[in-house]
């Protein structure tokens, strides 16, 4: 099945933020989980570079905005290739073919009589790129979100007319799995509900931006353009720039992951725009939640943003990578405190999966001569473990395909606990000394073993760097071709040899400037 998801095209006035790399974690583990369960998948991520917000950065730096443009999408594109993130297209809005997709999408809308002229009088914010509705001060208006002026806009634009989607908007939110997560459903609905308004597409103050054919002095709203950017990315196959191939090459999108604040622009804007433009509109729009830190919005006014280069390099992905997905419910707030990230990933990956995978490793090589120990006794019910292993499988396949990060994670580690417990319960290192019980313990190490194999291929769309050395431990290799038939139960060969146990996961300890 062909499964297409994207992230934000991000605005590459700064470089990346750990807002931007939240969602794409969070689509990269999606996407590794759908090619293992071999759907046929696109997945986009990439920048937004136009705009008079980029201008403004580029001309209080003193370069032009081209040669700003390409030194933040390389920096962008060099963050997401050492956090291993696997996208398969990374999409820039200045590259060429993307100004042809542009023209084609406005002269299709344009020939639906959807681009009307008129007067966009209102008060902008640049930093979010967005006309503001009603500001609370009217004499000299801040912008909720960036506590910056407002700026007073009067001028001659073009108008997409959004007005006349009102009814097949309504039926489109009204759609149960439109908008994920629920909770995020009635805000779009009230907003679609207050009636919808054309919005102004081409501006006349901006030179950084793609140019309106026909309307000289006119460049397009950065938002029309940006959007676009998902289909320039699909259609960049080695073939043409030609939307009639769009249904060809995996659209419509199956999910755009997005955080809260731009849900507006992806479920009501960008689906008219498409109906206008007779191409199919996205199957889901999924709004993610903000993440604050140790209780504080983060901004670079308060000095207190987290940098994702800064923490890749300190902690490595598998820690960041466990600790926003396991620690924080995908969709909803959530708050980075710098202890429990400490405590969650000394707790879950060193001790809970990475101590049970050596303690039971080295046994097994001490008493079953550096291998995988025999799995000898038959039972006819099944093993309490095998049970739990064949649950948490089910749990993580139905909750990843929803975005449940949180649940899939937990599930595994509760996993990894349970044969913790079988260990601690059964007591290898005792029974071993009682004579005649070398089968039983060989059986109860099997299967502890087993469930360990199970927990480390479970990762492997979470975090893949910790799910291949445990692995590696076990002997054992991730075919991503078979990873489902790898699941079952006693793939584990008996007789294989067991390397030397290393740590798989070094301990953080807090140092005095974290
Ligand atoms: N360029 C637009 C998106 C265009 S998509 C066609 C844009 N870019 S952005 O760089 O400003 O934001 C990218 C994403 O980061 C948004 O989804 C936004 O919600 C997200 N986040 C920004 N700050 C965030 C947090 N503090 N926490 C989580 N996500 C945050 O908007």
Known sequence: MSYTLTTPLYYVNDKPHLGSAYTTLACDALARFKRLTQDDVVFITGVDEHGQKIQRTAEQNNITPIDH???????????????????????????????????????????????????????????????????DDAVDPLCPIHQKNLEWRDEENLFFRLSRYQSEIETLIAQDD????????????NFVARGLRDFSISRVNVSWGLPVPGHPGH?????????????????DDGGSVDLDRLEHCGWPASVHVIGKDILRFHAVFWPAMLLSAGLPVPKSVFGHGFLTREGQKMGKSLGNVLDPELLLERYGADAVRWYLLRDIQFGDDGDFQQQRFYDLVNNDLANTIGNLLNRTTSMARKWFDDSVPPNVIEIETKYPL??????????????????????????????????????????????????????????????VLESTRIVGLLLAPLLPDLSARILDQLNCRLDPEHWLDQLRWGGLTSGAELPKPVPVMQRLELDEDS
Request: hydrophobic share 40%; aromatic share 12%.
């Open 219 to 235: 460049t397009f709203y950065v938002w029309f353009d940006a959007l676009l950017g998902y289909l320039t990315a699909l259609l």
């Open 69 to 135: 443009c390409d030194k933040i999408s390389a920096r962008y594109q060099d963050l997401w290739s050492r956090w291993n993130i696997s996208e398969d297209r990374f999409v820039r809005t200045t590259n060429p073919r993307h100004l042809q997709l542009v023209e084609q999408f406005y002269e299709r809308v344009k020939a639906s009589g959807d681009i009307v002229t008129g007067r966009q009088t209102g008060w902008y914010c640049v930093g979010c790129e967005e006309y503001k509705d009603d500001p």
């Open 178 to 189: 439109f908008i994920a997560p629920a909770s995020r459903r009635q805000e779009v609905r």
């Open 386 to 447: 095998e049970l739990i292993a064949q649950a948490t499988i089910e749990t993580v396949c139905r909750c990843m395909p929803e975005l449940g990060f949180k649940a899939a994670s937990e599930a595994i580690l509760q996993l990894a606990i349970a044969a913790n417990g079988h260990l601690n319960d059964t007591a290898p290192w005792s029974r071993m000394k009682q004579p005649g019980q070398e089968h039983v313990v060989a059986n109860d190490l099997y299967i």
